[in-house]
């Protein structure tokens, strides 16, 4: 489980990205972790990671902190960065190099997945685009068979096969024993995936609740006369919105319109999911 | 897989398991792919696709073998009809008068 209390950063004094983050992300799940711009996804990945000290506050890794750079803790966690750099060796050589680190990689998935996302092991990284270069990591950190694994905008730079793809391999990755947390934007691409949802705001955490406590609280759609509106947004389909839930039947989740009404409307969100 | 927006995605998968076993490729008493390997083909997270699968049980089309899998259950296939001829009758019927008489168009049962 990855737990964080009261946790604080900024990058200067001035400026503050988090501010008191209390969250917990347990295994068995696929977390989607959204925010505006600047909110402070990215900056929490890496205090998650302990690749960077929070200003106050804490985080914790099955309850040890990720500071402590311990091999229990650094052995089941991978994070794919949105952009990175990569030695410019192969693929198969960078396994290699780097997969001792993993007791449980596995090179012959790897492989499977390079196949399946149709990237090429045996070439040197650095010949390759970057949505290559992200294809051939994501193929990599699969492998690696770590319980927790961290992706910050994985679908950026992919193509449109490969999205889905992607989709297939984590469906197919999380169970009981793993989580996997998304931090991103493009909704749309992992939408179905999720089924945990976090947002972040200035004031903390907004809303962290599973896609089925959700669907039961909330009614996305198309209203009818009597409905709680909290938002509504004009489309082509009519008047689309986020209402109170009264009837007791699902209705299908638009993580979208789950956002917008969380942003806008955060307090209504908030007495909505606090009352147990 | 595409979803659409219209219903959840659980009963979307629902409705894609109830079509396979209705369309006889997923026989009576036969083993049906696991939760994992039916999350892993459509690309959708486990959790959601359990959901569909404990509704099919509890609806009786299903049923789980502890420890080996889900089963179509005998008589699922009649039981499937009766369930879709009703949601036709109740849900997609009415819009399709309303729909006809909208474009002033007629139907005539013959007996």
Redesign the interface.
């Known amino acids: 489980m990855i737990t964080t209390k009261s946790l604080s950063f900024g990058y200067t004094s001035a400026q503050q990205v988090l501010n008191n983050i209390t969250l917990s992300m347990e295994r068995?799940?696929?977390h989607g972790l959204l925010g505006c711009n600047g909110i402070g996804k990215t900056t929490l990945l890496k205090l998650i990671c302990g690749i960077m000290r929070p200003r106050s506050g804490e985080v914790r890794i099955d309850g040890i902190d990720p500071m402590m750079r311990r091999k229990e803790t650094l052995s089941e966690l991978i994070i794919i960065p949105e952009e990175f750099d990569l030695p410019n060796i192969s693929l198969e050589r960078y396994a290699a190099v780097t997969a001792p680190f993993y007791p449980r990689f596995d090179r012959g998935a790897m492989l499977g997945y390079c196949e399946e996302l149709g990237v090429n092991p045996r070439v040197r990284l650095h010949s390759l685009s970057m949505g290559q270069r992200k294809k051939a990591y994501i193929a990599f950190a699969l492998a690696c068979n770590v319980s927790m694994l961290l992706l910050d905008e994985p679908t950026n730079g992919l193509d449109i096969p490969s999205k889905?793809v992607f989709?297939?391999?984590?469906?197919?990755y999380?169970?009981e024993s793993r989580m996997v947390v998304i931090s991103t934007h493009q909704v749309a691409d992992v939408e179905?995936?999720?089924?945990n949802i976090i947002i972040l705001n200035e004031q903390g955490v907004m809303l962290n609740a599973?896609?089925?406590e959700i669907?039961e609280r909330l009614k996305f759609?198309r209203t009818v006369e009597g409905d709680k509106v909290i938002y509504s947004e004009r489309t082509i389909q009519g008047d689309m919105a986020v209402s109170v839930n009264e009837s007791g039947e699902?209705?299908?989740?638009?993580i979208e319109l789950l956002f917008n009404a969380t942003v806008t409307n955060p307090h209504a969100i908030a007495a909505i999911f606090n009352q147990k | 897989m595409q979803f659409s927006d219209d219903k959840p995605i659980w009963r979307q998968i629902y409705e894609l398991i109830a079509m396979r076993i209705l369309s006889g490729e997923w026989r009576e008493q036969e083993r049906i792919v696991s939760v994992r390997e039916m999350a892993q083909e459509v690309g959708v997270n486990p959790n959601t696709v359990m959901r569909s699968y404990e509704r099919l049980e509890a609806d009786g089309i299903i049923f789980n073998r502890r420890g080996i899998g889900f089963y179509v259950s005998l008589g699922a296939v009649a039981h499937i009809r009766d369930i879709e001829r009703s949601k036709f009758i109740s849900e997609e019927l009415p819009k399709l008068v309303e729909r006809l008489e909208l474009l002033g168009l007629k139907i005539e049962v013959h007996e």
Do not use: E, F, K
Request: aromatic share 0%; charged share 20%.
């Open positions: 068995g799940h696929i889905s989709r297939r391999l984590l469906a197919g999380v169970d179905q995936l999720l089924d599973t896609t089925s669907c759609g699902d209705s299908s989740l638009s």
